[in-house]
């Protein structure tokens, strides 16, 4: 493959964010106690023994997985939803795994045959990935949280995330189904990510699936979900998505001819996983201690909390430009992520993970006391 053709979608993404981190990282890891990452949402806590055991007991199967998983997965998934989110009439065949949610959001503009002519729409403060979705697919790409702002334009797909990533904003119902009726006034898309859904503090936050918002009717909206976060499941890749039944078979039919299908053992994990809500529970609980503590901690170090009622980041400022922060907790040997990483509105804010021991969570806590 010639250098030309290597670099043609390369030089469309944005430079890696973390790659910036590399100093602030060398600083903090200079602390004389070592350092404290809170910069990435990576779980530190062990799989459950019941997706362990699942894993092992399909590792001697020697055939292809099928794209669109199991039966049992499948089932599985919807039980899940509706048990956990109160998500109804959802069919299994409207379930569709994924290799990690990442994947599935970098891929949905292209999966659905976007280009140019299209118009995707993000968060104003977005995980980066949105983004990358939209340049891999050569679409026009527009931040916009208020989508009467938007005007005459018309939107191909919608991301949403509630709650966010990264200020664990939570979105009303009112909210929800506003860009919902806007959306479908318009044939647009609308694609919800509800990797923390299951890790709500304080409210409630509902899937783009519940009655409550769309009326039992799922026509143009889908939901991905991931285990990464309330199942330890980051190493695994474990995600799906769900919604419009007609949307997942345009999916299901794109994936297969590309083999994008998941690991039978990977699916027999996600099974147990789903099918289990006492891990599930036992995790949330872990993440509630420790975001009490660091909470407590960053707020008695002169930091604003902002919205950061659900989810695994405390959204903090002080008022000053982002990288000034986060040298300043570098100092202490605590690395934490640039708001800016999220999107122009985030200058003023660094996100800081509760993805960490408690140990480090406790050393955070006492180096900002």
């Given at each position: 493959?010639?250098?030309?053709v290597?670099r043609s ?6 430079d890696?964010?973390w790659?910036?981190l ?7 890891a200079?602390h004389?106690e ?5 910069s ?7 799989v459950?023994?019941?997706?362990r055991?699942a894993?092992?007991?399909v ?18 998934a919807?039980?899940a939803?509706?048990r956990?989110y109160?998500?109804?009439?959802l ?8 290799i ?9 503009p292209?999966?659905f ?6 118009l995707?729409?993000?968060?104003e403060?977005?995980y980066p990935?949105y983004?990358?979705?939209g340049?891999?697919?050569g679409?026009?790409?527009i ?5 009467t702002?938007?005007?005459?334009e018309?939107?191909?797909l919608v991301?949403?995330?509630?709650p ?10 009112d909210?929800?189904?506003?860009v ?5 006034s318009?044939d ?5 990510d509800?990797?923390y859904?299951?890790l709500?503090?304080?409210?409630e936050a ?5 009655p409550?918002?769309c009326?039992?009717d ?14 330890n ?7 799906f998505v769900t919604g419009?039944?007609?949307l997942v078979?345009d999916?299901?039919?794109?994936r297969?001819h590309?083999?994008?299908m998941l ?7 996600m099974?147990a996983?789903?099918?289990d809500d ?9 993440y ?6 660091l ?10 909390v902002?919205?950061s009622?659900?989810g695994?980041?405390?959204w903090?400022t ?5 990288r000034a ?5 570098a100092?202490?040997?605590i690395l934490?992520?640039?708001?800016e ?6 200058v003023l804010?660094?996100?800081i ?5 408690d140990?480090?969570i406790a050393?955070?806590a006492?180096?900002?006391?």
């Amino acid at each position: 493959m010639s250098t030309r053709v290597r670099r043609s979608v390369a030089k469309n993404l944005p430079d890696f964010p973390w790659d910036s981190l590399t100093d602030a990282k060398a600083k903090a890891a200079a602390h004389p106690e070592g350092i404290v990452n809170l910069s990435v949402g990576t779980p530190v806590d062990p799989v459950a023994p019941v997706i362990r055991e699942a894993l092992v007991s399909v590792a001697e199967e020697p055939g292809y997985p099928t794209t669109h998983g199991t039966a049992e997965l499948r089932r599985a998934a919807v039980g899940a939803l509706e048990r956990r989110y109160g998500i109804t009439g959802l069919d299994d065949a409207a379930i569709l795994p994924a290799i990690g949610t990442k994947e599935m959001i970098a891929w949905l503009p292209s999966l659905f045959g976007l280009g140019a002519d299209d118009l995707v729409v993000i968060p104003e403060l977005a995980y980066p990935t949105y983004e990358v979705g939209g340049l891999l697919a050569g679409t026009r790409i527009i931040r916009a949280d208020g989508l009467t702002r938007l005007g005459p334009e018309v939107a191909s797909l919608v991301f949403v995330n509630s709650p966010s990533n990264p200020t664990g904003k939570v979105l009303g119902p009112d909210h929800l189904r506003k860009v919902v009726d806007w959306a479908r006034s318009r044939d647009a898309i609308v694609v919800s990510d509800e990797c923390y859904l299951g890790l709500t503090w304080e409210g409630e936050a509902l899937s783009i699936l519940h009655p409550s918002v769309c009326g039992g009717d799922h026509t143009n909206l889908l939901a991905v979900h991931s285990l990464s976060k309330t199942s330890n499941l980051a190493s695994y890749r474990a995600g799906f998505v769900t919604g419009d039944a007609d949307l997942v078979a345009d999916l299901l039919e794109v994936r297969k001819h590309a083999g994008m299908m998941l690991p039978l053992p990977i699916q027999a994990a996600m099974t147990a996983a789903l099918n289990d809500d006492e891990h599930e529970n036992a995790q949330r609980e872990k993440y509630r201690t420790r975001r009490e503590v660091l909470l407590a901690a960053v707020r008695g170090a002169g930091f604003t909390v902002d919205h950061s009622e659900a989810g695994l980041y405390l959204w903090a400022t002080r008022g000053e430009e982002c990288r000034a922060t986060v040298d300043w907790f570098a100092e202490r040997g605590i690395l934490v992520a640039p708001g800016e990483f999220y999107g122009p509105g985030g200058v003023l804010h660094v996100r800081i993970a509760l993805t960490a021991t408690d140990d480090d969570i406790a050393a955070a806590a006492a180096r900002l006391r």
